[in-house]
């Protein structure tokens, strides 16, 4: 398995049409009106989203409507799937106060934005899918919360139910490093894994890893990610509801080592934006995390 290591900075250039839709943090954010904790507590926030990027359809509204969601909750970390150079290029000119990570520089690749006053940034690395026909990798981050060691994957696994093998060979590489990770590392994975519920138990994931839905007792209204019932930004001859996009935790297990746990979750983009279109055919997961 082929990988390597680099921080990622995109040269592509942004239309016009697009900077004609650049948009200002709202003053009535969720997280602006937080109050400070007395401590400073180990804390994460967290959106994962495949935006579409290869969808012209409405795309600069549509990414417009990204970047209003991210500047009303704020997370620190964003997990970013089918990403094109246009919108990132976009996302940097938006989203000063972040760090794009890109997974790709050609295509349709993966991200990750990391807020620079809460996040530090150690190292990236790019990890092949050997066996990949669809150009996916892992896009992983080293990185450093709160004076607490975080591990950050992302991923875009193969798509179309015939591809399970090579979702199944994916979703080994992500257990790999979730199991050989150190034990006084956090390790978050988010992203639009294509996988159904026996393709992960095929597989089985390490006993310290937990499916943060799952965790957070199965709730019906964030269960479906992928909803045709709901989302008409794409016309399918089917109706599909699919939980492909999901967030994977593996708390820190030495001991003095504070366990990060998940502690609420929620869809985003589920409201249509003024041009007709949601952000994506896909809904955002907002997700929030506290030390135990």
Same mark, same amino acid.
Request: hydrophobic content about 35%.
């Given at each position: 398995?082929?990988?390597?290591?680099?921080?990622?900075?995109?040269?592509?250039?942004?239309?016009?049409?697009?900077?004609?839709?650049?948009?200002?943090?709202?003053?009535?954010?969720?997280?602006?009106?937080?109050?400070?904790?007395?401590?400073?507590?180990?804390?994460?926030?967290?959106?994962?989203?495949?935006?579409?990027?290869?969808?012209?359809?409405?795309?600069?509204?549509?990414?417009?409507?990204?970047?209003?969601?991210? +500047?009303?909750?704020?997370?620190? *970390? *964003?997990?970013?799937?089918?990403?094109?150079?246009?919108?990132?290029?976009?996302?940097?000119?938006?989203?000063? +106060?972040?760090?794009?990570?890109?997974?790709?520089?050609?295509?349709?690749?993966?991200?990750?934005?990391?807020?620079?006053?809460? *996040?530090?940034?150690?190292?990236?690395?790019?990890?092949?899918?050997?066996?990949?026909?669809?150009? $996916? +990798?892992?896009?992983?981050?080293?990185?450093?919360?709160?004076?607490?060691?975080?591990?950050?994957?992302?991923?875009?696994?193969?798509?179309?139910?015939?591809?399970?093998?090579?979702?199944?060979?994916?979703?080994?590489?992500?257990?790999?490093?979730?199991?050989?990770?150190?034990?006084? /590392?956090? /390790?978050?994975?988010?992203?639009?894994? +294509?996988?159904?519920?026996?393709?992960?138990?095929?597989?089985?994931?390490?006993?310290? /890893?937990?499916? /943060?839905?799952? $965790?957070?007792?199965?709730?019906?209204?964030? $269960?479906?990610?992928?909803?045709?019932?709901?989302?008409?930004?794409?016309?399918?001859?089917?109706?599909?509801?699919?939980?492909?996009?999901?967030?994977?935790?593996?708390?820190?297990?030495?001991?003095?080592?504070?366990?990060?746990?998940?502690?609420?979750?929620?869809?985003?983009?589920?409201?249509?934006?003024?041009?007709?279109?949601?952000?994506?055919?896909?809904?955002?997961?907002?997700?929030?995390?506290?030390?135990?």
């Amino acid at each position: 398995m082929e990988s390597d290591s680099e921080t990622h900075s995109g040269e592509d250039t942004t239309p016009d049409d697009w900077m004609d839709l650049a948009v200002d943090s709202p003053a009535d954010s969720p997280a602006a009106t937080q109050k400070p904790s007395e401590k400073e507590d180990f804390k994460l926030s967290l959106i994962t989203w495949n935006v579409d990027g290869r969808d012209l359809e409405k795309r600069p509204e549509r990414s417009t409507g990204l970047v209003k969601y991210l +500047n009303l909750y704020k997370p620190d *970390v *964003v997990f970013l799937q089918e990403l094109v150079p246009p919108y990132v290029q976009f996302l940097k000119e938006q989203l000063v +106060n972040y760090l794009m990570i890109e997974g790709g520089r050609k295509g349709c690749f993966t991200g990750m934005l990391l807020k620079m006053s809460r *996040v530090k940034l150690v190292e990236s690395e790019i990890v092949a899918y050997p066996t990949t026909k669809m150009m $996916r +990798n892992l896009l992983v981050t080293q990185v450093i919360v709160s004076g607490q060691k975080l591990c950050l994957m992302t991923s875009h696994f193969e798509s179309c139910k015939e591809n399970t093998a090579e979702r199944l060979n994916q979703l080994h590489v992500v257990k790999r490093r979730f199991k050989h990770a150190p034990d006084d /590392v956090t /390790v978050v994975f988010g992203g639009d894994t +294509n996988l159904r519920d026996a393709e992960v138990t095929k597989v089985g994931l390490p006993a310290t /890893v937990c499916d /943060v839905w799952e $965790r957070l007792g199965k709730q019906e209204h964030c $269960r479906y990610t992928w909803d045709t019932t709901a989302n008409n930004n794409k016309t399918f001859p089917f109706v599909a509801r699919c939980r492909f996009d999901r967030i994977y935790l593996r708390p820190a297990i030495r001991r003095g080592v504070p366990r990060l746990a998940p502690d609420h979750m929620a869809l985003v983009g589920l409201e249509k934006l003024d041009c007709g279109r949601y952000t994506s055919d896909h809904w955002g997961i907002y997700c929030t995390f506290s030390a135990e």
